[in-house]
């Protein structure tokens, strides 16, 4: 089914008339088109391509999609919606998450949107030919790109054929070097003698002689166009001899025929009802009785159709037409001239018809061609928030562009749509300069009429302000991605804050979008949950991609919480929706960033490296910053937890290449902070104390989240300098400013370095309490990295925890689920360190019978696995670990076979008596 904007004639095949002149070694030559990735039939107006193509079209054995282009296809997204519709129309089940995409207010790049479209496109039973008629008419660089794209990966089960009056901006020599290319061009398109003589008969129902037929096809060299029109001014001519002495096949002298030849014998209501019509690229009976006044317009559109007056039937039902080129190119001259006045009213008639209808591509340009901006101003404000939301962003911004800045600024809110829009498009100072200065000027013009808002009503100006306080908080944002100063945000959210908009989709979402960034770079996280779970409302039933975007912020926030369960819930329904969708990068790599950052939290290193490299080789081609230094952060951090510190470097270096690609502030101290740790890895306390000292950022009085790890790298340096005491000081601001938005996962991290300060500088009972906590906000969420991270401080505290929790006058309330944890967590330093451990707890050791014997080495127990053990360990059923750890029975019999797995036993007894043996009870 055809979406609402589009029209069906634009992908309807056109049908054959039953008098065509055929051409088979011309269609022999496109049935070859199906072994070729393109076909090119290129050449000037009158030469019969699209009747060419639309014969082939109705013989060929493939399915066929065809797209007729014009003037208002410039706009990727509405080009490829088209195709999208003809392809469908064609019977290729293909394009529902590539049109999700193209029209989010968020869109994707265009190759990631058509990727899926190819990949389903190459699952098809059938081949597909796909015709694009008229592509002259594309002006767009991004078009002419994404086809080149196409062309570069197009299935071996579909074609190209571009009909065009001249070449497209592909790579055809390289395309004809690989025989990958099939070209029509003029000089097989000029009618030969024998068919010219075929046309004038059967076509045209003219009978000449041989030699009359051969001095025609000399005079117009084969040109169909000229040759038709010879042919309706032979029908009024007695003496042919003589009209072949005078008759010239030059384009300039058969327009002045149409003129004399064609228009004027006609009847007066032909000849006026075309020239009225002529203002239109297709027409119906309807918009044909609108502009003219006609009553009999279909009866009008029928009788030229057969007197083969160059008017063109574009569906088999007769409701649509078009008038050729060469006819309407003379017509509409005319009209200007002779009638100026007629003519702007009839593309304003035309405007309204299509407004009435609601088709903003076909009304506009009408609207334009009255030069009456007021008027076209007027009627783009009511589609500009359907353009936005369907992501014909170009479309909206050319057409606004159009209009004088006397008419924009007394249309304040199509200004500040024209503003928002573009600077959403080129977020960076460096992206269009020129037009950034015209946008610019159009924002403060914006401000000074709210200083004088005398031509607005009250809710009209309540509107208008917030709408610049939105500008105002966005301009905030970009200058702070763009320069790294992210205090600049509080600016943005104390703009944006509270801002109950009434005032559609587009700015709400503007709102709402520019909130979230802000607030996740300022480490307000919870705030950035609220707004993105209040979009999924609104947008969940709308937009399936959109709702992939939502959910990837969602992930981002909740492991910033430090809430790993809920971020590994979601990972997985975001995984489910993108393979559903068939969603390809830079989305389609979160995934694996996200398994990355779980992995990593969890100790599971070739996991955590495995899932960053595959996030970084989706991503790398199309240099996504987000996802690149994320993947990138977890690889380094991955090889310096091995203690493989070349390859750390190795890691770093392509991090920082990569960075100077896109080089955006915002993700330097990542760098640096990683750069930080392999220095103090390497015993360089120098080059690290250096950093420290001259990092004018470390220094202030306010802390930022998106320099946290900095922040924290800088604290790594004062323990290794033994400065304990700063080390304290600077984590206590830390954990406060972290703790001010329950960024939980900042928090744990703090806390560990804070029980290595303090184990280190000898505070055995601070360390205690603060282990406890820790611990206490680690094990719901099965953090194991980040002690091991902290270091043999750590280790030693965690000795000291358990031997303290295992002592006869310990009765402090520590749950076993704590102390499993922290078992689990000990035995993750090394079983060494695990053994010490129990050597000093006076629990069977080495030298017991039961650990004489060599044992398999032990794969770790997750603290949940920990947990069942006790409980097995305590005589619990299966029932009973579900009850008691509010589980299914299903998740508590997985665990079960999961701790019998790991300790290769075949009952619980044995698996009991295994875990006493490895000191695990």
Same mark, same amino acid.
């Given at each position: 089914?055809?979406?609402?904007?589009?029209?069906?004639?634009?992908?309807?095949?056109?049908?054959?008339?039953?008098?065509?002149?055929?051409?088979?070694?011309?269609?022999?030559?496109?049935?070859?088109?199906?072994? @070729?990735?393109?076909? $090119?039939?290129? /050449?000037? &107006?009158?030469? +019969?391509? %699209? *009747? #060419?193509?639309?014969?082939?079209?109705? !013989?060929?054995?493939?399915?066929?999609?065809?797209?007729?282009?014009?003037?208002?296809?410039?706009?990727?997204?509405?080009?490829?919606?088209? @195709?999208?519709?003809? $392809?469908?129309? /064609?019977? &290729?089940?293909? +394009?529902? %998450? *590539? #049109?999700?995409?193209?029209?989010?207010? !968020?869109?994707?790049?265009?190759?990631?949107?058509?990727?899926?479209?190819?990949?389903?496109?190459?699952?098809?039973?059938?081949?597909?030919?796909?015709?694009?008629?008229?592509?002259?008419?594309?002006?767009?660089?991004?078009?002419?790109?994404?086809?080149?794209?196409?062309?570069?990966?197009?299935?071996?089960?579909?074609?190209?054929?571009?009909?065009?009056?001249?070449?497209?901006?592909?790579?055809?020599?390289?395309?004809?070097?690989?025989?990958?290319?099939?070209?029509?061009?003029?000089?097989?398109?000029?009618?030969?003698?024998?068919?010219?003589?075929?046309?004038?008969?059967?076509?045209?129902?003219?009978?000449?002689?041989?030699?009359?037929?051969?001095?025609?096809?000399?005079?117009?060299?084969?040109?169909?166009?000229?040759?038709?029109?010879?042919?309706?001014?032979?029908?009024?001519?007695?003496?042919?001899?003589?009209?072949?002495?005078?008759?010239?096949?030059?384009?300039?002298?058969?327009?002045?025929?149409?003129?004399?030849?064609?228009?004027?014998?006609?009847?007066?209501?032909?000849?006026?009802?075309?020239?009225?019509?002529?203002?239109?690229?297709?027409?119906?009976?309807?918009?044909?009785?609108?502009?003219?006044?006609?009553?009999?317009?279909?009866?009008?559109?029928?009788?030229?159709?057969?007197?083969?007056?160059?008017?063109?039937?574009?569906?088999?039902?007769?409701?649509?037409?078009?008038?050729?080129?060469?006819?309407?190119?003379?017509?509409?001259?005319?009209?200007?001239?002779?009638?100026?006045?007629?003519?702007?009213?009839?593309?304003?008639?035309?405007?309204?018809?299509?407004?009435?209808?609601?088709?903003?591509?076909?009304?506009?340009?009408?609207?334009?061609?009255?030069?009456?901006?007021?008027?076209?101003?007027?009627?783009?404000?009511?589609?500009?928030?359907?353009?936005?939301?369907?992501?014909?962003?170009?479309?909206?911004?050319?057409?606004?562009?159009?209009?004088?800045?006397?008419?924009?600024?007394?249309?304040?809110?199509?200004?500040?749509?024209?503003?928002?829009?573009?600077?959403?498009?080129?977020?960076?100072?460096?992206?269009?300069?020129?037009?950034?200065?015209?946008?610019?000027?159009?924002?403060?013009?914006?401000?000074?009429?709210?200083?004088?808002?005398?031509?607005?009503?009250?809710?009209?100006?309540?509107?208008?302000?917030?709408?610049?306080?939105?500008?105002?908080?966005?301009?905030?944002?970009?200058?702070?991605?763009?320069?790294?100063?992210?205090?600049?945000?509080?600016?943005?959210?104390?703009?944006?804050?509270?801002?109950?908009?009434?005032?559609?989709?587009?700015?709400?979402?503007?709102?709402?979008?520019?909130?979230?960034?802000?607030?996740?770079?300022?480490?307000?996280?919870?705030?950035?949950?609220?707004?993105?779970?209040?979009?999924?409302?609104?947008?969940?039933?709308?937009?399936?991609?959109?709702?992939?975007?939502?959910?990837?912020?969602?992930?981002?926030?909740?492991?910033?919480?430090?809430?790993?369960?809920?971020?590994?819930?979601?990972?997985?329904?975001?995984?489910?929706?993108?393979?559903?969708?068939?969603?390809?990068?830079?989305?389609?790599?979160?995934?694996?960033?996200?398994?990355?950052?779980?992995?990593?939290?969890?100790?599971?290193?070739?996991?955590?490296?495995?899932?960053?490299?595959?996030?970084?080789?989706?991503?790398?081609?199309?240099?996504?910053?987000?996802?690149?230094?994320?993947?990138?952060?977890?690889?380094?951090?991955?090889?310096?937890?091995?203690?493989?510190?070349?390859?750390?470097?190795?890691?770093?270096?392509?991090?920082?290449?990569?960075?100077?690609?896109?080089?955006?502030?915002?993700?330097?101290?990542?760098?640096?902070?990683?750069?930080?740790?392999?220095?103090?890895?390497?015993?360089?306390?120098?080059?690290?104390?250096?950093?420290?000292?001259?990092?004018?950022?470390?220094?202030?009085?306010?802390?930022?989240?998106?320099?946290?790890?900095?922040?924290?790298?800088?604290?790594?340096?004062?323990?290794?300098?033994?400065?304990?005491?700063?080390?304290?000081?600077?984590?206590?601001?830390?954990?406060?400013?972290?703790?001010?938005?329950?960024?939980?996962?900042?928090?744990?991290?703090?806390?560990?370095?804070?029980?290595?300060?303090?184990?280190?500088?000898?505070?055995?009972?601070?360390?205690?309490?603060?282990?406890?906590?820790?611990?206490?906000?680690?094990?719901?969420?099965?953090?194991?990295?980040?002690?091991?991270?902290?270091?043999?401080?750590?280790?030693?505290?965690?000795?000291?925890?358990?031997?303290?929790?295992?002592?006869?006058?310990?009765?402090?309330?520590?749950?076993?689920?704590?102390?499993?944890?922290?078992?689990?967590?000990?035995?993750?330093?090394?079983?060494?360190?695990?053994?010490?451990?129990?050597?000093?707890?006076?629990?069977?050791?080495?030298?017991?019978?039961?650990?004489?014997?060599?044992?398999?080495?032990?794969?770790?127990?997750?603290?949940?696995?920990?947990?069942?053990?006790?409980?097995?360990?305590?005589?619990?059923?299966?029932?009973?670990?579900?009850?008691?750890?509010?589980?299914?029975?299903?998740?508590?019999?997985?665990?079960?076979?999961?701790?019998?797995?790991?300790?290769?036993?075949?009952?619980?007894?044995?698996?009991?008596?295994?875990?006493?043996?490895?000191?695990?009870?």
């Amino acid at each position: 089914m055809a979406e609402p904007d589009l029209l069906v004639t634009k992908f309807t095949i056109p049908p054959v008339r039953s008098a065509l002149l055929r051409r088979p070694h011309l269609l022999a030559l496109l049935d070859q088109s199906t072994s @070729v990735p393109l076909t $090119l039939i290129s /050449a000037p &107006a009158g030469f +019969g391509k %699209t *009747t #060419l193509l639309s014969a082939w079209a109705g !013989q060929c054995t493939s399915q066929v999609a065809w797209f007729m282009l014009d003037e208002q296809d410039n706009d990727p997204a509405r080009f490829w919606a088209y @195709v999208i519709a003809a $392809l469908r129309k /064609a019977g &290729a089940a293909v +394009g529902e %998450t *590539t #049109l999700a995409m193209l029209h989010s207010p !968020q869109p994707a790049t265009l190759s990631s949107a058509l990727t899926v479209l190819l990949n389903e496109l190459a699952a098809q039973a059938k081949d597909t030919a796909l015709i694009l008629d008229d592509y002259q008419l594309i002006r767009e660089a991004a078009i002419h790109e994404s086809l080149q794209f196409v062309l570069a990966h197009l299935p071996a089960n579909l074609h190209l054929l571009l009909g065009t009056r001249a070449d497209p901006q592909l790579p055809l020599a390289r395309l004809r070097a690989r025989g990958q290319v099939i070209e029509i061009r003029e000089g097989d398109l000029r009618l030969r003698e024998e068919e010219a003589a075929g046309f004038f008969s059967k076509v045209m129902g003219l009978s000449l002689t041989p030699e009359e037929v051969a001095r025609l096809e000399q005079r117009t060299e084969g040109w169909i166009a000229g040759l038709q029109l010879a042919a309706l001014s032979l029908r009024k001519h007695t003496d042919v001899s003589t009209f072949l002495r005078n008759f010239s096949g030059s384009q300039r002298f058969l327009l002045e025929y149409i003129q004399e030849e064609i228009l004027a014998p006609l009847p007066q209501a032909q000849e006026r009802f075309l020239l009225h019509t002529s203002v239109l690229t297709r027409m119906n009976a309807e918009i044909c009785q609108a502009l003219t006044g006609e009553l009999a317009s279909q009866q009008m559109l029928e009788e030229l159709e057969r007197a083969n007056l160059f008017l063109i039937s574009l569906d088999e039902e007769q409701s649509w037409y078009r008038l050729h080129t060469l006819l309407r190119e003379v017509l509409l001259t005319r009209l200007q001239v002779k009638e100026p006045e007629e003519f702007r009213r009839l593309h304003r008639e035309a405007a309204l018809w299509y407004q009435r209808q609601d088709w903003p591509h076909e009304a506009i340009p009408h609207a334009l061609a009255t030069q009456d901006f007021m008027f076209v101003a007027d009627l783009l404000e009511g589609w500009v928030e359907r353009l936005y939301l369907r992501g014909e962003f170009k479309t909206l911004l050319s057409w606004v562009k159009m209009l004088p800045e006397d008419v924009l600024r007394a249309h304040p809110f199509l200004a500040t749509s024209y503003i928002m829009t573009f600077n959403m498009l080129f977020p960076f100072s460096h992206q269009m300069p020129e037009e950034r200065v015209y946008t610019r000027r159009l924002q403060e013009a914006m401000e000074q009429l709210m200083q004088h808002p005398t031509t607005l009503n009250p809710q009209k100006q309540e509107l208008l302000l917030q709408r610049m306080r939105i500008l105002r908080g966005w301009n905030l944002l970009t200058r702070a991605l763009s320069d790294g100063e992210t205090e600049r945000l509080e600016g943005t959210l104390e703009l944006l804050k509270d801002q109950c908009l009434d005032d559609g989709l587009m700015w709400r979402l503007q709102a709402e979008g520019s909130t979230a960034v802000a607030a996740r770079l300022l480490g307000n996280f919870p705030l950035m949950i609220s707004l993105i779970e209040e979009g999924r409302k609104t947008w969940m039933a709308e937009n399936r991609y959109l709702q992939v975007q939502y959910l990837w912020g969602l992930i981002a926030a909740y492991i910033a919480l430090g809430q790993l369960r809920q971020a590994q819930d979601r990972c997985e329904v975001l995984q489910q929706l993108i393979a559903t969708l068939g969603i390809q990068a830079p989305l389609a790599a979160y995934p694996d960033l996200f398994r990355a950052q779980l992995a990593y939290a969890g100790n599971q290193l070739e996991v955590a490296k495995s899932a960053a490299l595959s996030a970084i080789e989706k991503t790398g081609p199309l240099q996504f910053m987000d996802i690149l230094m994320g993947a990138y952060e977890v690889r380094v951090r991955c090889y310096l937890a091995e203690g493989d510190l070349a390859a750390a470097r190795q890691a770093l270096q392509e991090m920082e290449n990569a960075h100077r690609l896109d080089s955006i502030p915002l993700f330097r101290p990542w760098i640096e902070s990683l750069q930080v740790q392999l220095w103090l890895a390497q015993g360089d306390l120098a080059r690290a104390g250096d950093w420290a000292a001259h990092t004018s950022y470390l220094h202030g009085q306010k802390f930022y989240s998106s320099r946290e790890s900095a922040y924290l790298a800088h604290t790594r340096v004062y323990l290794a300098q033994k400065k304990y005491s700063l080390a304290l000081e600077r984590l206590a601001a830390l954990q406060s400013s972290a703790e001010q938005f329950s960024r939980m996962g900042s928090v744990i991290s703090i806390l560990a370095l804070k029980v290595n300060a303090l184990q280190a500088s000898g505070a055995d009972e601070e360390a205690q309490q603060m282990l406890l906590r820790l611990l206490s906000l680690a094990e719901p969420e099965g953090f194991i990295r980040v002690f091991l991270d902290a270091g043999e401080p750590m280790q030693q505290a965690l000795q000291a925890f358990l031997k303290t929790t295992h002592t006869p006058q310990n009765d402090s309330p520590i749950s076993l689920a704590l102390i499993a944890y922290a078992r689990t967590v000990l035995t993750a330093f090394g079983q060494e360190s695990a053994q010490v451990v129990l050597e000093e707890m006076s629990v069977p050791s080495s030298k017991s019978p039961s650990l004489q014997t060599a044992q398999p080495p032990l794969e770790v127990l997750t603290p949940r696995e920990q947990q069942v053990l006790l409980l097995l360990a305590q005589g619990a059923s299966n029932r009973e670990i579900a009850d008691e750890l509010v589980v299914s029975l299903a998740t508590a019999k997985k665990h079960v076979a999961s701790i019998l797995s790991k300790l290769g036993a075949e009952n619980r007894t044995q698996a009991i008596a295994h875990a006493r043996s490895r000191a695990l009870l």
